[in-house]
C-alpha cells in the first residue's frame, strides 16, 4: 500500500511540474493575450453594469412624479440606481455629482417634480452615453 501511495505522490508531483511549467510558459509567451482576454472580460461586466442602469432609466420614464403612489415608486428606483453606482468604482467616479443631486431629491420629496426627473434621466443617459464611447475607444485603442 505504501509503494502505491509512494507511485500516486510520484505521478501527481510530475504533473504539478508539468503544470507550472505550462503555466510559466503562457505567463512569459502569452501575457499580452491574456492580459487581453481578462481587459475583455472586465469590459463585459462593466457594459452589464451600465445596460442595467439603463434598464432603470427606462422603469423610471414610466412613472410620473406628479402622482403621489408613483412617486414612491421613482424614489425606490432612485435607491436602486444610487446602490449600483456607488457598487462599482468606475460607475462612482462619473457620476458623483448625480448620486448628490439624487440624494438630495430623495431627501426632500417635495423637490421631486417630473421636469427635475425627466431632467435627471437626461443628465443619465448622456453620461452612459459618453462612458459608452469611452470604452468603445478603449477596447479599439484610441485614447482622447
Known amino acids: 500500500m505504501d509503494e502505491l501511495t509512494n507511485w500516486l505522490s510520484l505521478i501527481s508531483n510530475v504533473f504539478t511540474i508539468i503544470a507550472s511549467g505550462i ?15 481578462l481587459d475583455l472580460l472586465l469590459n463585459y461586466t462593466h457594459q452589464l453594469s451600465l445596460s442595467e442602469v439603463k434598464e432603470k432609466l427606462e422603469r423610471l420614464n414610466e412613472y410620473n412624479a406628479k402622482d403621489p403612489e408613483q412617486c414612491e415608486k421613482i424614489v425606490n428606483i432612485l435607491n436602486e440606481i444610487i446602490g449600483q453606482i ?27 417634480t417630473e421636469p427635475r ?13 459618453h462612458l459608452n464611447v469611452k470604452n468603445i475607444d478603449n477596447l479599439v485603442g484610441e485614447t482622447k
Open 23 to 37: 503555466a510559466i510558459y503562457l505567463f512569459l509567451y502569452k501575457g499580452k493575450e491574456i492580459s487581453s482576454v
Open 86 to 112: 456607488r457598487g462599482n468604482s468606475r460607475l462612482k467616479i462619473h457620476f458623483e455629482e448625480v448620486v448628490s443631486t439624487i440624494e438630495s431629491l430623495i431627501a426632500d420629496k417635495r423637490k421631486l
Open 117 to 129: 426627473k425627466r431632467a435627471l434621466v437626461s443628465e443619465l443617459r448622456e453620461r452612459l452615453r
